[in-house]
């Protein structure tokens, strides 16, 4: 049972440069949600897709796209990276139905911005 | 900006000892959520406190919610050293009716053995 799957684990990138953070989740769940973990910080939302064709911004969507391209994938695109943008990047799935279900993560991408 | 505050930011205990923490948030909220996280890994979902809940218990964890003081506390008991993570609370805003988290710092647990 794979659950969330997160590629790649780890990366290293230049200032400018883009690259896709990659997520798929086997669970048939309806939300998935990307976040970013920064010492000290907690986990902060960056965007979120309530449903297949439906995607909305979180508390800290600046400098990221999103594209919920189907309903197990939910892809995190950054288009000029900035070292600011180093973080842990984590996606998770929940069911839609009912408020607040439980989240399931990955295991995270580590991004590192030189 | 988050919504949930951890306390203490680090615990350290002997295996067999209870470990408690606690948690605060802002807002009304309609549950409250734990979770742990160990090193290099993503979070894991420990359990669901409704807002019309007082206390919740799952094996060795006990959680209790006081919605007038706007906290919540979670207690492992008998702790084991395979209990050493970093545990998070996370809660929703009832205004906002999306089914978006606040997570706070958390506290981070260890467990001697």
């Known amino acids: 049972n794979a659950g969330v799957t997160q590629t790649p684990k780890f990366q290293v990138l230049k200032t400018g440069q883009s690259m896709t953070l990659q997520c798929a989740q086997d669970?048939?769940?309806?939300?998935m949600y990307w976040y970013r973990q920064d010492p000290g910080m907690g986990l902060r939302l960056i965007y979120y897709s309530a449903s297949e064709g439906t995607t909305d911004k979180g508390e800290v969507p600046n400098g990221y796209n999103v594209s919920r391209l189907n309903k197990r994938e939910f892809s995190l695109r950054l288009e000029s990276a900035a070292p600011s943008q180093t973080s842990v990047y984590f996606c998770a799935s929940s069911e839609a139905k009912g408020r607040n279900q439980p989240q399931h993560f990955g295991d995270g991408t580590r991004l590192s911005i030189l | 900006s988050q919504q949930g505050e951890e306390d203490p930011q680090a615990l350290s205990i002997q295996e067999g000892e209870n470990a408690t923490m606690n948690c605060s948030y802002k807002?009304?909220?309609?549950?409250l959520q734990w979770y742990r996280q160990n090193s290099g890994r993503g979070l894991v979902h420990l359990i669901l406190i409704r807002s019309n809940e007082r206390e919740k218990h799952s094996g060795r964890l006990r959680v209790t919610l006081d919605t007038s003081k706007k906290s919540s506390s979670l207690l492992i008991t008998a702790s084991r050293a395979a209990d050493t993570a970093s545990y998070f609370c996370?809660?929703?805003?009832?205004?906002?009716?999306?089914?978006?988290?606040?997570f706070g710092t958390g506290t981070r647990l260890t467990v001697i053995p």
């Open positions: 996370a809660t929703d805003d009832r205004q906002t009716g999306a089914n978006n988290l606040f």
């Open positions: 669970m048939n769940h309806n939300s």
């Open positions: 807002t009304s909220i309609n549950n």
